[in-house]
């Protein structure tokens, strides 16, 4: 415990600077808004994270996300327990059959406004694991997709540039 | 009931393929006989599945070194059932009768397991029938498929009374993605990509037992250099989810330093995998023939840094978690594995380690380069969340020692075998993954594609532990339990 605590005093900060909103992602992001006019949801967000068919991969990066080195709840988005308390749905996996109904309940258990975020290359195309009988397609097919952020896993630190233009819009002009 | 049918007497001057594997076909007698020996002890099931018109066993006697697969001829799909000797078979032949239509003859449990009633064209199915638990005071909780937390979906189906649980029932399939129809008819290295997607925590042991499957069938040699440097790879992959699975179990426990020091030495290892291997979590950086990245000067000496700092903080974390009684009220005594489930289930990885079962792939069936690192398999006798734990703390000890050992033997080479002509063949493997020991079996049409692949997680005979530990602790417990395993689900669920 001694140990901890002086790395905690001497070693300094053990988060990585915090990177510039992905601009095709932002881009994404204020064409979404544009569309649909919502109430700015201010510098804050919860997020439930929902595994409709994925391999765990997203689940470890997305886990990252609340490690001391990305530690985004500095930008203050967070992850939540329940559907009810989201205003971002990030689901991962390309949507098998059987996750299909919990997927949709858990959306329409999210109260609006609600964004949705396809996270990694099965939910923006299957990746894959496309053409298998027994998923159901890709995120976009089930649910409107307001933000993709691609990769097989994305790395965390292009989760955090997509989230961040999530949060970076409401303020643009639409 | 059948008389148990000795794998080493059923064997009996057989000779093994280059795999390793005593590969024949059986009838129905010597069928029903090795399934009853799985049930008396007397060897492993190891896998159970279906290619095409014949059912496939596949059997580990680890005292006398033998690894065996049988076959039988099913008749329009029908063969006597293994779960009917042998309870660890149950849920693979409900699998495999969802997935092929095949009838295990006399196996009480005909329950749907991976089909629920949603696949296109399949129909309905009436409401899936949980086991009926009834009593006095007695409630459920149902809990899942989407978790309060970020974990893959399952349901999990708890009867409790008051706090205590009394039995706690799984159902599973629910990412399940048609891996194995995916598979069937892919080129090789289309097939590799998804076997290294069937659980993303495990995809370099995963994509390794695939590479030396179809290297096996092939007779496609891997250059040393390769082989070092699979090992490197899979010894990272162990270190990063072990660390972070120890400070997940403190998490629980409310103890968020040794939580946060773990979470930062993990994303160590990762960051330290993307730097040398250019994937965090070294997906396809397996490949059949070889590797498909190599590790620069620069890399090893990246390496050897991170081994210092993880041997540093592995010491470190063990002090304090042993200095914590707070810590320790929760996880000694707590989901407690008896080690008779543990044989009878063959459960691999720590979850059969924590209860006396000194089983691990790289000691029982050492493949290059665990063949040449004197790899001493250590275990604990308790069984709880604590020797689990402890347990794996160890491992991370031995992976460090076993990756400095490797990077000293590595010499510059070549990191991919020549291909062979196209051929078909047969080839099975073993690999110590993390959580426990993952077998893939491949064979290959005239055609070099893949015909037939089956993969089975160490998860398998992992998650039915993962009930019995359960019964009789608080639901509050619960979650350290299950930390404590980290089962895979889409490992599972396939």
């Avoid at chain 1, 406004?113 to 195309?125: F, I, L, M, N, S």
């Avoid at chain 2, 008779?340 to 924590?354: H, P, S």
Wanted: hydrophobic content about 45%; overall charge negative; aromatic content about 6%.
């Amino acid at each position: 415990m001694r140990t901890f605590l002086r790395d905690a005093l001497l070693k300094g900060k053990a988060t990585v600077a915090a990177p510039a909103p992905d601009g095709v992602a932002l881009e994404e992001v204020a064409r979404a808004l544009a569309e649909r006019a919502r109430r700015r949801l201010g510098r804050s967000l919860s997020i439930r994270e929902v595994d409709a068919g994925s391999c765990n991969g997203c689940e470890l990066e997305i886990h990252a996300l609340n490690n001391p080195v990305y530690d985004v709840e500095r930008f203050g988005l967070k992850f939540v327990a329940s559907p009810r308390h989201a205003d971002v749905l990030m689901v991962t996996g390309p949507v098998t059959w059987n996750m299909r109904e919990a997927l949709l309940r858990t959306y329409d258990a999210t109260p609006a406004p609600k964004w949705v975020v396809a996270v990694g290359d099965c939910a923006v195309d299957c990746g894959v694991f496309a053409g298998s009988p027994a998923i159901v397609g890709r995120l976009a097919d089930i649910l409107p997709v307001d933000l993709h952020v691609g990769g097989c896993p994305p790395p965390p630190i292009e989760m955090v540039k997509g989230l961040l233009a999530l949060m970076e819009a409401p303020v643009l002009p639409r | 009931m059948t008389a148990p049918l000795l794998l080493s007497v059923w064997l009996g001057g057989r000779s093994a393929g280059p795999d390793g594997y005593v590969r024949a076909a059986v009838d129905a007698a010597a069928w029903e006989g090795l399934a009853a020996g799985c049930a008396a002890g007397s060897h492993d099931l190891s896998a159970l599945w279906a290619d095409g018109d014949r059912m496939c066993m596949a059997l580990n006697d680890a005292d006398r070194g033998l690894r065996a697969i049988a076959a039988l001829a099913t008749e329009q799909g029908a063969y006597p059932s293994v779960g009917r000797h042998h309870a660890p078979a149950v849920r693979l032949e409900r699998a495999m009768r969802d997935l092929y239509g095949t009838r295990p003859l006399g196996l009480a449990d005909m329950r749907p397991w991976l089909d629920h009633g949603r696949w296109p064209g399949r129909g309905d199915r009436p409401a899936y029938a949980f086991l009926p638990a009834e009593g006095e005071g007695l409630h459920q909780i149902p809990v899942g498929p989407v978790h309060a937390g970020i974990i893959e979906p399952g349901h999990f189906r708890f009867t409790a009374n008051g706090e205590t649980v009394v039995r706690l029932e799984e159902r599973l399939g629910y990412v399940h993605k048609g891996v194995e129809s995916l598979m069937a008819g892919a080129p090789v290295e289309t097939a590799a990509r998804i076997v290294g997607r069937i659980s993303g925590d495990s995809t370099v042991a995963y994509a390794w037992a695939f590479a030396r499957a179809v290297e096996m069938a092939l007779g496609w040699s891997v250059p040393p250099r390769a082989i070092l440097l699979r090992g490197v790879m899979a010894e990272l992959e162990r270190m990063a989810h072990h660390i972070g699975d120890v400070g997940a179990i403190c998490n629980d426990a409310s103890v968020l330093a040794i939580h946060a020091q773990c979470a930062v030495q993990r994303e160590d290892v990762l960051a330290t995998s993307a730097a040398c291997f250019g994937h965090r979590l070294m997906m396809d950086r397996v490949v059949p023939g070889g590797v498909a990245a190599d590790l620069s000067a620069e890399g090893i000496g990246q390496v050897r840094g991170l081994l210092r700092r993880l041997a540093e903080t592995r010491a470190e974390i063990l002090r304090v978690y042993e200095s914590m009684p707070s810590l320790q009220d929760r996880t000694v005594t707590t989901g407690i594995v008896s080690a008779e489930l543990v044989r009878q289930y063959a459960a691999g990885g720590f979850v059969g380690r924590a209860s006396g079962r000194a089983f691990d792939v790289r000691g029982s069936f050492a493949y290059a380069p665990y063949d040449d690192v004197a790899l001493a398999i250590r275990t604990r006798t308790a069984g709880d969340v604590d020797a689990r734990l402890l347990v794996r703390l160890d491992e991370i000890e031995d992976s460090v020692a076993i990756v400095e050992r490797l990077l000293s033997r590595l010499a510059p080479g070549p990191v991919r075998g020549e291909r062979p002509p196209v051929a078909e063949g047969e080839g099975a493997a073993l690999v110590e993954a993390f959580r426990g020991d993952v077998f893939v079996a491949v064979r290959l049409g005239v055609d070099g594609r893949v015909a037939h692949a089956h993969a089975r997680d160490a998860s398998w005979f992992q998650w039915p532990l993962l009930e019995a530990a359960v019964e009789g602790n608080i639901v509050a417990d619960f979650p350290l339990c299950n930390k404590s395993f980290n089962c895979s689900y889409s490992g599972h669920d396939l």
